[in-house]
């Protein structure tokens, strides 16, 4: 059972509650359920999760707050369970750290597959740090170093990462004043294995450059081409 990806479920309808906890465990993952944000983060600090599927309609604690709280905790992966009018709550999701969304109504299949594409994504990124301990990236004064997924500011400050706004950046700086649709990004990101994600990609990107201090405005690190996509407009070099 150890070597079962472990997924936190947090939902209060008790009846997707359990559809879901019975499916995902017939699929291989063990679940813990909770029906609220007072369980969930109760049920977090006492046991090791590897993602967490989470409602943002929650009765008490939103799970908007819920997920501010996770991701200023932890980096693991957030899937989000939304109802269709909810896009506005979506978004603000994503750009808190959240690494995809489901729409309710859903199939547990489709979730199924975007919980494995995201653990897949995730394990990737913890390879190709493993394969190159000591590669290290400069670019306009900051350092991304693989070995430990630590990004550097000019003034020497540690800013933190999430796992996808980590991937993304990798991509950009792989691939220096280059012009990567988002499409091409989609792809580098394995996101074509769970559908279409178009918008996630420009609140990566916005996430992104907050961290980077780079105005979305008048971006200087990470332009927008118009009718194209996404270029990291620095040199980089690679040590």
Same mark, same amino acid.
């Given at each position: 059972?150890?070597?079962?990806?472990?997924?936190?479920?947090?939902?209060?309808?008790?009846?997707?509650?359990?559809?879901?906890?019975?499916?995902?465990?017939?699929?291989?993952?063990?679940?813990?359920?909770?029906?609220?944000?007072?369980?969930?983060?109760?049920?977090?600090?006492?046991?090791?999760?590897?993602?967490?599927?989470?409602?943002?309609?929650?009765? #008490? %604690?939103?799970? @908007?707050? /819920? +997920?501010?709280?996770? =991701?200023?905790?932890?980096?693991?992966?957030?899937? &989000? *369970?939304?109802?269709?009018?909810?896009?506005?709550?979506?978004?603000?999701?994503?750009?808190?750290?959240?690494?995809?969304?489901?729409?309710?109504?859903?199939?547990?299949?489709?979730?199924?597959?975007?919980?494995?594409?995201?653990?897949?994504?995730?394990?990737?990124?913890?390879?190709?740090?493993?394969?190159?301990?000591?590669?290290?990236?400069?670019?306009?004064?900051?350092?991304?170093?693989?070995?430990?997924?630590?990004?550097?500011?000019?003034?020497?400050?540690?800013?933190?990462?999430?796992? #996808? %706004?980590?991937? @993304?950046? /990798? +991509?950009?700086?792989? =691939?220096?004043?280059?012009?990567?649709?988002?499409? &091409? *990004?989609?792809?580098?990101?394995?996101?074509?294995?769970?559908?279409?994600?178009?918008?996630?990609?420009?609140?990566?990107?916005?996430?992104?450059?907050?961290?980077?201090?780079?105005?979305?405005?008048?971006?200087?690190?990470?332009?927008?081409?118009?009718?194209?996509?996404?270029?990291?407009?620095?040199?980089?070099?690679?040590?």
């Amino acid at each position: 059972m150890e070597t079962m990806p472990h997924i936190l479920v947090v939902d209060d309808d008790r009846e997707i509650r359990d559809l879901l906890a019975r499916f995902l465990e017939r699929q291989r993952f063990r679940v813990t359920a909770a029906r609220d944000g007072r369980e969930a983060r109760r049920a977090f600090l006492n046991g090791h999760y590897q993602l967490v599927v989470l409602d943002l309609m929650l009765p #008490g %604690e939103s799970g @908007l707050d /819920l +997920a501010r709280w996770l =991701r200023a905790e932890t980096q693991v992966p957030i899937i &989000m *369970l939304t109802a269709m009018g909810e896009e506005p709550d979506r978004i603000i999701g994503l750009e808190l750290g959240a690494d995809d969304y489901v729409t309710k109504p859903f199939n547990p299949r489709e979730l199924v597959a975007r919980i494995r594409a995201v653990l897949r994504r995730v394990g990737e990124g913890e390879d190709r740090g493993r394969e190159a301990p000591a590669r290290l990236y400069q670019f306009a004064g900051w350092s991304l170093e693989t070995a430990r997924r630590r990004l550097v500011d000019p003034q020497g400050t540690d800013v933190a990462l999430t796992g #996808g %706004e980590y991937d @993304l950046l /990798l +991509a950009l700086l792989d =691939r220096p004043n280059r012009v990567l649709t988002r499409d &091409m *990004l989609l792809d580098l990101l394995r996101g074509r294995q769970a559908g279409p994600f178009d918008r996630a990609i420009d609140v990566a990107i916005s996430r992104l450059r907050r961290k980077l201090e780079d105005d979305g405005r008048n971006a200087q690190l990470i332009k927008t081409v118009r009718g194209g996509g996404y270029v990291l407009a620095a040199t980089v070099d690679r040590v």
